[in-house]
């Protein structure tokens, strides 16, 4: 099956860029579609389609796909960013949804 | 505005099952399909399966299959999942969510509020 890799966390100062990876075997030929999940909460599409916006999402939310990763990054990073973030693909093979292991993103 | 309300919480014994139902609104139900996702305690989303509205075709996960039955019900605008043989690591929080077709595939753009299954003797 399909193994999406992601970094369990990623630490950014205010301010800064955080970049968040997905790594997965020829990824760049899939859509991937990632997810912000504050504690409590039901997931949230932040970008879809490796990078297009949902209308609501900030323009510091963006995404990028080639080769081998997938890169969600957020600019201008803000306290209220903290959360998990996934990525999520279709893998063909399987016919299956595939989510990756998630990656906190910590706000120092 | 679209919506997905479920269900409320639910305690379980193990070998019993479990029906979550998922009722949307403020768009036309029978037009997009419905995933069901599952995170254990402290884990990460795990894809379960999927329905269409339209014709109720299905496409669960392989781990899960036998177990789990996902149905709709188009008068009411309501989806269900059924999870049977319940065991201890089915503990988690179940949501449904609508997928939305992309330019390939489908992405989640609305999900609901999530159902807390508690599995335990």
């Known amino acids: 099956s399909y193994v999406l890799t992601q970094p369990p966390s990623v630490s950014v100062a205010p301010g800064q860029t955080a970049r968040i990876t997905c790594g997965g075997n020829n990824i760049g030929s899939k859509s991937v579609h990632w997810y912000q999940q504050k504690p409590g909460q039901a997931p949230v599409l932040v970008v879809y389609?490796?990078?297009d916006r949902p209308s609501g999402i900030p323009e510091r939310f963006s995404g990028s796909n080639s080769g081998n990763t997938a890169t969600l990054t957020i600019s201008r990073v803000e306290a209220g960013d903290e959360a998990d973030y996934y990525c999520?693909?279709?893998?063909?093979?399987?016919?299956?949804?595939?989510f990756g292991g998630g990656t906190k993103l910590t706000v120092l | 505005q679209v919506q997905l309300v479920q269900s409320g919480a639910e305690v379980k014994k193990p070998g019993a099952s479990v029906k979550v139902s998922c009722k949307a609104s403020g768009y036309t139900f029978t037009s997009y399909g419905i995933s069901w996702v599952r995170q254990a305690p402290g884990q990460g989303l795990e894809w379960m399966g999927w329905?269409?509205?339209?014709?109720?075709?299905?496409n669960y996960a392989q781990k899960l299959q036998g177990r789990v039955t996902m149905t709709t019900d188009t008068s009411t605008s309501t989806a269900y999942m059924e999870l049977r043989s319940l065991r201890s690591d089915d503990t988690a929080v179940y949501y449904c969510?609508?997928?939305?077709?992309?330019?390939?595939?489908?992405?989640?753009?609305?999900w609901g509020q999530g159902t807390l299954v508690t599995v335990s003797s």
């Open positions: 999520q693909v279709w893998d063909s093979s399987s016919d299956h949804e595939v």
């Open positions: 969510a609508r997928g939305s077709p992309g330019a390939t595939t489908y992405y989640f753009d609305y």
């Open positions: 389609d490796d990078s």
């Open positions: 329905i269409s509205a339209y014709n109720g075709n299905t």
